[in-house]
Nanobody, 117 residues
């Protein structure tokens, strides 16, 4: 079973940038389409971006399109999320997992992103 460790979050001013990283365990990582999710305070978990197993097919939530870029390195078992032009509404705990992961899948601790002046 694949497990995930997210990192790279922090406090950033509006308009700033952050790069999140996710390290995955397990040799099956390269077979999975992957995704970044986020959960803002008082809200449900939201799908932010997805990337196919072969890294050439990506999709983004409308709210982040043009500002965020998802990428992966199958040789290193990592998936990243480059975030630019951050807004206060991007404040959330960010998680990576397989695409279409449910609450029954194993989730990491996530990484906190706070956008505030």
């Amino acid at each position: 079973q694949v497990q995930f460790v997210e990192s790279g979050g922090g406090l950033v001013q509006p308009g700033g940038s952050l790069r999140l990283s996710c390290a995955a365990s397990g040799s099956a990582f390269r077979l999975y389409a992957m995704a970044w999710y986020r959960r803002a305070p008082g809200k449900e978990r939201e799908l932010v971006a997805t990337i196919g197993s072969g890294d050439w097919l990506t999709n983004y939530a409308d709210s982040v399109k043009g500002r965020f870029t998802i990428s992966r390195d199958n040789a290193k078992n990592t998936v990243s999320l480059q975030m630019h032009s951050l807004k206060p509404e991007d404040t959330a705990v960010y998680y990576c997992n397989k695409e279409a992961a449910s609450k029954f899948d194993t989730w990491g601790q996530g990484t906190q992103v706070t956008v505030s002046s």
